[in-house]
Structures are given as C-alpha cells and as structure tokens.
C-alpha cells in the first residue's frame, strides 16, 4: 500500500511537472511522451507488484473462496481503472500538443 500511495504522489508530481512545462513554447513533445510513458510503465509495475504480494498473504490464511473473488475483482477493477487514467494521461498530452499548435499556427497568420 505504501509503494501505491508512493507512485499516486509521483504521479501528481509529475502532472504538476508537466503541466507547468506546457506554458513554454518550446517543448521537446517527444521527450515528455516518452517521460510520461516510462512513468505510466513504473505504475503498471508497482501495481503488479502490489496485487502479487496481495496474493501471496492468501497463502499463509484461510481465505473463503467468495472473499478470494472479491479481492480478485477489486484487483481487476483497479487494472482497469489504472489503464484508463493511463490512457486518458496520454490523450491528453496529445491534446495539448495539439491545441498548442493549433494557437501557433492562427496566431502566425
């Protein structure tokens, strides 16, 4: 739970980061999809990581087959829930790239 709770901060950290960096007019896109990328990767892993040990503290008890599911629904549910921040993360650096470009390109004309 601590290593979760470590990667959401990281997380915010790093949205702060990246939102701040978006006023500049000359950012490197690639470098920061790149950064956003490796840092969704690290998320995708400590979650793994997380639900792995979660499974493995099962051994050790006497766990009821509905309360195995349960927790096995919760995991899925938060796979689900991480892929979809995940995926909106990257639509939305897209977006700004492109709102960005967008703005350059009228206020050349």
Not at 16 to 38: E, F, M, P
Not at 64 to 85: G, I, P, T, V
Not at 91 to 96: A, E, G, N, S, V
């Given at each position: 739970m601590r290593n979760y709770l470590i990667?959401?901060?990281a997380t915010i950290c790093l949205g702060i980061g990246l939102a701040t960096g978006v006023r500049a007019q000359n950012i490197d896109w690639g470098a920061q999809q790149k950064s956003l990328k490796s840092q969704q990767k690290l998320e995708r892993h400590y979650l793994k990581i997380q639900q792995q040990n979660r499974k493995k503290s099962w051994k050790g008890q006497k766990v009821s087959s509905s309360e195995r599911a349960q927790a096995n629904h919760a995991m899925q549910r938060?796979?689900?829930?991480l892929r979809q921040r995940q995926k909106d993360a990257r639509q939305d650096l897209k977006d700004r790239h492109h709102s960005l470009k967008d703005r350059q390109a009228t206020s050349a004309h």
């Amino acid at each position: 739970m601590r290593n979760y709770l470590i990667v959401v901060v990281a997380t915010i950290c790093l949205g702060i980061g990246l939102a701040t960096g978006v006023r500049a007019q000359n950012i490197d896109w690639g470098a920061q999809q790149k950064s956003l990328k490796s840092q969704q990767k690290l998320e995708r892993h400590y979650l793994k990581i997380q639900q792995q040990n979660r499974k493995k503290s099962w051994k050790g008890q006497k766990v009821s087959s509905s309360e195995r599911a349960q927790a096995n629904h919760a995991m899925q549910r938060e796979r689900r829930d991480l892929r979809q921040r995940q995926k909106d993360a990257r639509q939305d650096l897209k977006d700004r790239h492109h709102s960005l470009k967008d703005r350059q390109a009228t206020s050349a004309h």
